[in-house]
């Protein structure tokens, strides 16, 4: 076995505040972003390949691959705190990164966190650009500035 090698990577951390309740955010963002239909891996997994990239195609520009209630997880150690992390992203565009760069399936989805902490209601992520530019490739670069784009404006919308 070779020793393993490191890189430092800076990451861009964004704070999206609203001035909305945790409900009212949560249900705008789950609005706009329809879970993923991941019967496409079924496709793919069969064979029928073409039929999974229509079904992709055919599908939202960003959607919701899962989501956890992490603030269930703190009720543990005696904490109520309303906490959800989502995987935001699509499957077509994380292809179009990994192709180029298969570690960048690492990042792909986007972990986005939607909190009600103590200076209110809040999303947060790594901003993709910075994480995908670990990578040095220009093509992975250009769609993940894309995804900055797409994912920056929807959280804005569903913080509003």
Do not use: C, K
Request: zero cysteines; glycine letters at 8%; proline letters at 4%.
């Amino acid at each position: 076995m070779s020793e393993p090698s490191t890189t430092s990577v800076m990451v861009e951390h964004v704070t999206i505040r609203s001035n909305r309740d945790f409900d009212t955010v949560r249900r705008a963002l789950e609005g706009a972003l329809p879970p993923l239909d991941h019967g496409y891996a079924a496709l793919v997994q069969a064979g029928r390949a073409e039929e999974a990239l229509r079904l992709l195609e055919g599908g939202a520009p960003l959607s919701i691959f899962g989501a956890r209630d992490h603030g269930a997880l703190l009720r543990i150690a005696g904490l109520e705190r309303r906490a959800i992390q989502y995987d935001i992203g699509n499957p077509l565009t994380a292809s179009r990164m990994t192709r180029h760069a298969l570690s960048a399936a690492l990042y792909a989805p986007i972990r986005v966190l939607l909190r009600d902490g103590e200076d209110g209601v809040a999303f947060e992520y790594d901003r993709p650009a910075s994480t995908f530019g670990l990578f040095g490739s220009d093509a992975v670069d250009a769609v993940a500035r894309e995804l900055d784009a797409r994912l920056f404006e929807t959280l804005t919308a569903a913080a509003g």
